[in-house]
């Protein structure tokens, strides 16, 4: 919901509201948890729902990850000239999570640890909260050895000798999940090269790390240090 400081003509509303989609520039607001650098961030799609045609705007808009919904809001309000702000904010999708799958309210969470801390009982705590490899369902794998497992969590970037299998259709500069044999995610990364050259060469990087999930020290590592190579 966004809440306009003075009412505008819905007309001129709906063409403001498609000049932000695309990509846009945006610096993240004051209250942020992220340096606010001017980033690029693309907007799928931005409907108006409803427009009671003096302050209040119902918007349903689809988006790129990390885009501030109150600073969309306030920029919208600097173009219209009337000054704007958010309102009040509900996610309906994120990734994988839909309202109908997957996702659920704080209420929800606490409600669930409130059972399992008082009664002892985690039906309702399995229910809200997934395995994290829920999370990347969307996403193509790439499995690795485990003896590449532990260089990964270290920062070190996927190479093609560590792969055991992939999926099919990976597309260089596409967001991959790099899981254990185990079937244990490991790191997110991005694709270096395509599936089928993932297949048919013997060395090179495949993947470069973006995040690593799994901690370190549950495998063993592979590579030789100085003390060892001396023994």
Not at 183 to 210: F, H, P
């Amino acid at each position: 919901m966004m809440q306009l400081h003075k009412p505008v003509n819905e007309e001129k509303l709906r063409e403001v509201l498609n000049e932000f989609t695309g990509k846009i520039y945006q610096r993240p607001p004051l209250r942020s948890s992220v340096k606010r650098n001017l980033r690029v961030k693309k907007i799928n799609k931005i409907e108006l729902i409803e427009y009671d045609g003096v302050r209040y705007a119902l918007l349903r808009i689809d988006c790129e990850a990390g885009t501030y919904m109150r600073k969309l809001c306030w920029d919208v309000g600097l173009v219209l000239g009337v000054g704007a702000h958010m309102r009040e904010l509900r996610r309906t999708r994120t990734g994988p999570f839909t309202e109908d799958k997957g996702l659920v309210r704080l209420q929800d969470v606490a409600e669930a640890l409130y059972r399992l801390r008082e009664e002892g009982k985690d039906d309702l705590i399995r229910k809200v909260i997934l395995p994290g490899e829920y999370s990347i369902c969307h996403l193509k794998k790439v499995v690795i050895r485990d003896t590449a497992v532990e260089s990964i969590v270290h920062g070190a970037s996927l190479a093609v000798p560590g792969i055991v299998k992939l999926q099919e259709g990976i597309r260089k500069g596409e967001t991959v999940a790099i899981l254990s044999m185990k079937g244990e995610l490991v790191a997110l990364g991005v694709a270096e090269m395509n599936s089928e050259d993932m297949i048919t060469e013997t060395k090179g990087i495949a993947v470069s790390l973006r995040r690593v999930i799994l901690e370190p020290g549950l495998y063993p590592k592979a590579w030789k240090t100085k003390s060892s190579a001396k023994k």
